[in-house]
């Protein structure tokens, strides 16, 4: 595609249930990147996919977060037993090649746990 | 390990001033440093990249940044602002690549006020 595609761009789910947010990244970038943006904070970092590598999931806050990449593309992040504090937009970036030369976003699924 | 200070959270200017947004980074080598703009409700678009050479910078939208590895410094300036430059404005710095990591480090974000 045309850029880095996620969806839903807005969520709202209840307290305790299970999400799941999708990223498509450009076409053949073989890095990919989740981030987590809550108000008034900067990007914390989550999991990164790079190409059929094990990804690097040293940023993920807890076991209710998980994330896979299927095929080197489509990648989703599940959020088990959702809790208020994860609360937040969640971002995803793409990168043509291994290294964080220059990364492109998608607009984010702002989630919100009621 | 790397990091990002951005001090301003927030700078008021009025349009057509000039504008300097600060960015100091800690990092072990030489790092590749990036200047992001968010606008609300939008993804991040980057500004502007340096990886190496010529330590002036130039990017969209008539945006420039400076490298100064003596105060480990990559600050944004913009001449005369627009009051579409109204936006959160994100540095970053990543690795070099080899055996470190590949995961780059934000700042907190400048959240950049225009004044009519």
């Known amino acids: 595609g045309a850029g880095v595609s996620q969806s839903p761009s807005n969520k709202v789910t209840e307290k305790g249930k299970d999400v799941e947010l999708r990223c498509d990244p450009i076409?053949?970038?073989?890095?990919l990147y989740w981030y987590r943006q809550s108000l008034g904070q900067g990007l914390e970092f989550l999991i990164y996919?790079?190409?059929?590598?094990?990804?690097?999931k040293s940023g993920l806050p807890s076991d209710r977060f998980s994330a896979e990449r299927t095929g080197g593309s489509v990648s989703t992040l599940t959020i088990q037993r959702t809790q208020q504090e994860d609360s937040a937009v969640y971002l995803c970036?793409?990168?043509?090649?291994?290294?964080?030369?220059?990364?492109?976003f998608g607009q984010g699924t702002r989630l919100t746990v009621v | 390990a790397q990091s990002v200070t951005q001090p301003d959270i927030h700078i008021t200017v009025s349009e057509g001033a000039s504008l300097e947004l600060r960015c100091n980074y800690s990092?072990?080598?030489?790092?590749?440093l990036f200047w992001y703009v968010q606008s609300p409700g939008q993804g991040l678009q980057l500004l502007l990249k340096?990886?190496?050479?010529?330590?002036l910078v130039q990017g969209i939208k008539g945006f420039e940044a400076e490298f100064k590895r003596s105060q480990s410094s990559f600050n944004l300036r913009k001449p005369s602002v627009h009051w579409s430059d109204a936006a959160e404005y994100f540095c970053?710095?990543?690795?070099?690549?080899?055996?470190?990591?590949?995961?780059?480090?934000f700042g907190r974000g400048t959240s950049l006020i225009v004044h009519p």
């Open positions: 970036a793409s990168s043509a090649r291994q290294g964080f030369t220059e990364a492109f």
């Open positions: 076409s053949g970038h073989t890095a």
């Open positions: 996919f790079q190409g059929n590598s094990a990804p690097d």
């Open positions: 990092y072990g080598a030489t790092p590749y």
């Open positions: 340096y990886f190496s050479g010529d330590t």
């Open positions: 970053a710095v990543g690795p070099l690549g080899g055996g470190g990591s590949y995961i780059p480090t």
